[in-house]
């Protein structure tokens, strides 16, 4: 959605009588990258809150995790596997599309749930580098249910001192970036 800066000017162009003029100008959103931009691996975390039934166990612990973003144009797919859950047998898989300047889950799946349009929510920030945050709710019917949060960074950038960071981010990540490698498809902190 444009930012319509509205201006108010006065003038009393060739007479004494003085007029109201109003401009509207369209500012052009700030641009947001394409799918197709953010192509690439990322890195970080996620964790759930709000944990119900057997999940409950879980609440307060988090996982380091790799993901890998592919894109044609607008639209886009991001894999995620984590240090349990090996990319072949990943975590999630959530399509994107971008439009009207942010993105938008119109599929995927988070463990064996099917997700559907609008079923997370994918927020691209400029937090001293490039942020990509996915969240979301889980519910089986059966085990329970959960609020998820992911939080990635480009695979190869460094994360801010003093910032919540991945649990294995210096023992295992700054290694693998050090030593110019890609993301593992199994994430193995303990080698």
């Not at 509207?24 to 947001?32: A, M």
């Not at 993105?103 to 099917?114: A, K, N, Q, R, S």
């Not at 249910?145 to 210096?170: A, H, I, M, N």
Request: charged share 25%; net charge negative; glycine share 12%.
């Amino acid at each position: 959605m444009p930012l319509v800066l509205t201006l108010c000017l006065l003038c009393g162009c060739g007479s004494l009588d003085r007029k109201l003029t109003v401009v509207e100008e369209s500012l052009p959103p700030e641009r947001l990258p394409g799918p197709e931009e953010l192509s690439q691996y990322w890195y970080g975390y996620w964790y759930l809150t709000d944990a119900q039934g057997d999940w409950s166990s879980l609440e307060g612990y988090s996982w380091d995790c790799c993901g890998q973003l592919s894109a044609g144009g607008r639209i886009g797919s991001i894999l995620i596997w984590d240090e349990d859950m090996p990319k072949d047998y990943y975590l999630a898989s959530f399509d994107l599309q971008q439009s009207d300047g942010e993105y938008i889950c119109t599929g995927g799946e988070f463990l064996d749930i099917e997700l559907g349009a609008g079923d997370a929510w994918i927020k691209l920030t400029d937090d001293e580098g490039m942020l990509l945050e996915i969240s979301g709710g889980y519910s089986d019917g059966s085990t329970g249910s959960f609020y998820y949060v992911l939080t990635l960074r480009p695979w190869g950038d460094e994360w801010p001192q003093g910032k919540s960071c991945p649990y294995y981010y210096e023992r295992w990540y700054l290694p693998k970036i050090e030593a110019g490698e890609d993301p593992p498809d199994v994430i193995e902190p303990y080698e």
